[in-house]
């Protein structure tokens, strides 16, 4: 028998659907092209910045982000998706530059400075404030997003503390059998008397370089006298 002959509008259609399936040679599939991905978070946080999580809406960070809806779809599936990676991207900058200040060779107190004082920046400075209102504002709604804000993934400034700890104690250095209670003790120690008024809105602006200061300082005092090794 004489198989079928295939029509030209067929053959286009086949040839159409291969070229739909496989990636182009230097091209990223659709959804795994980071710049596009921080360009889309961008915008996001501006909008989230702006306007706050309830009122900012999909179209507001399309907008912002310069992208079509059906783009910004591709790489995240909704407003929560967006804001729980922007959190996520803001607290994987912050770990970054904290295990930096860790990884350096220096003393312990000079370490507990450098570091006490970039967290303590950063979680007072306007942007982080307003992000965490945000989400003990939705928390009615959208439980997740406060279970994933102050989750305990690997990316967290707490828990490269914990090693930098884990480091100390095996050194000689520290005495302490609970690096984890201790890494979240001296964080807490850092924002003593800053945080709670700045969430609340008692303080109404970020605290002073020198205030900031003041707090780590005494913070490594206490620290130190509760583990610190003894002669």
Known sequence: M???RVSDTQRQMDTTADRSTVTQPGRRAAGEDPAKR???????????????????SMNDITRAAGVSKGTIYV???NKEDLFEDMVERERSKLTESV???LDANQELEKTLEEFGTLFATHVTNDSTIRAMRMVIAANHRLPKLCRNFFSTSTVNPMSVLQAYLDRQVAAGILVCDDTAHAAR?????????LFKPRIFGVMEDAPLKATIEKNVASAIRVFTAAYGARP
């Open 2 to 4: 004489v198989s079928p």
């Open 38 to 56: 921080e360009q889309i978070l961008d915008g996001a946080k501006r909008v989230f910045m702006k306007q706050g999580f309830e009122a900012a």
């Open 75 to 77: 790489y995240f599936q």
């Open 99 to 101: 295990r930096h200040v």
């Open 185 to 193: 003790q001296f964080m807490e120690l850092t924002t003593v008397g």
